[in-house]
């Protein structure tokens, strides 16, 4: 069965007449004539090749072909409509749409903790995903595979809109065992120092040492693994340093016994909103990365006090 060969409104007057089990009340319901009614149900016996209803009486009663496509097929309308009043009226306090978001460990920790509570409270029924981070992104925002992308700057392609977010400053940190340091550093100051660094999902390796990469003195670190906390754990035990942006070391620095020190004359990471063209007017889509923005300018320092 193609279903190119059935119209959308014959499913709609299937269901309409399953609910009421009249042609008279369905016809009310759907503001048509009874020969309208029948003929529609008619109509959908002859695509679909079966019988859906059986007289009895004043009323119509389902054959199990019927029983069996009712619910589905309900859904599936549902869903559509649904779907077609969100493109012009969302209300997220009632919604049940599912935003799926492609982020770096950076954004989840920066971004999550505060959409998630809010949510929470204003928006129970939105569901998120965190998607994988892709290389190649782009294509999954202009196909859909994702509503938006919190990333690092990046060039864009063509179908792709950026807005800045947030910035945040490189840090250097240290351990307890480190021959003391000064709470500023320079690019001299760090030129003999050994380095660890640790990877995210997207080589964000690279993203944070591309600051230095201008320098006649750039700090290629001598080990590197998997994740932060690991980094982290092994600074705050060893004589090794660690680049990192502040957020990471806000978040650790009550539980590790680590020293922050400022970088002068390093650029700081920022973090962008991404997303494809094909969303820019979806009214879900609109309201979701308005709220982006807003928890990002309210809640970023919030997020640092706390840590």
């Not at 709470?183 to 600051?211: G, K, P, W």
């Not at 990365?289 to 997020?303: G, P, S």
Request: hydrophobic content about 40%.
């Amino acid at each position: 069965m193609n279903i190119r060969n059935i119209d959308l409104n014959l499913l709609h007057v299937f269901v309409t007449v399953y609910k009421f089990k009249s042609i008279t009340l369905a016809a009310e319901e759907l503001h048509l004539s009874q020969p309208a009614v029948s003929n529609a149900i008619k109509r959908l016996n002859s695509v679909l090749k079966t019988t859906l209803f059986i007289k009895n009486s004043r009323y119509i009663e389902p054959t199990h072909q019927a029983d069996a496509l009712y619910v589905d097929v309900k859904c599936c309308l549902d869903r559509i409509e649904s779907a077609i009043a969100e493109q012009s009226d969302f209300d997220p306090e009632i919604s049940d749409r599912t935003f799926h978001i492609a982020t770096t460990n950076y954004g989840e920790i920066l971004f999550f903790t505060v959409l998630i509570p809010y949510l929470q409270r204003h928006a129970p029924n939105i569901k998120i995903i965190k998607a994988p981070l892709t290389d190649d992104f782009s294509q999954s925002l202009r196909n859909g595979q994702i509503d938006c992308c919190l990333f690092y700057d990046h060039a864009i392609d063509n179908g792709i809109q950026k807005e800045f977010l947030c910035s945040d400053p490189l840090v250097l940190v240290t351990g307890l065992q480190h021959a003391s340091l000064p709470d500023e550093l320079t690019f001299d100051d760090m030129a003999e120092l050994d380095f660890i660094s640790f990877n995210n999902e997207y080589d964000d390796f690279n993203l944070v040492f591309s600051s230095f990469k201008h320098t006649a003195h750039f700090p290629v670190p001598r080990f590197r693994v998997a994740t932060m906390w690991t980094a982290f754990f092994i600074v705050s035990t060893s004589e090794l340093v660690l680049v990192t942006p502040l957020l990471y070391a806000k978040l650790l620095e009550k539980h590790l016994p680590i020293k922050i020190h400022t970088l002068t004359n390093v650029e700081n990471i920022e973090m962008n909103l991404y997303w494809g063209d094909s969303m820019a007017q979806d009214a879900g889509h609109q309201w979701f990365r308005a709220l982006i923005k807003e928890l990002f300018l309210t809640d970023k320092n919030q997020l640092r006090k706390k840590n």
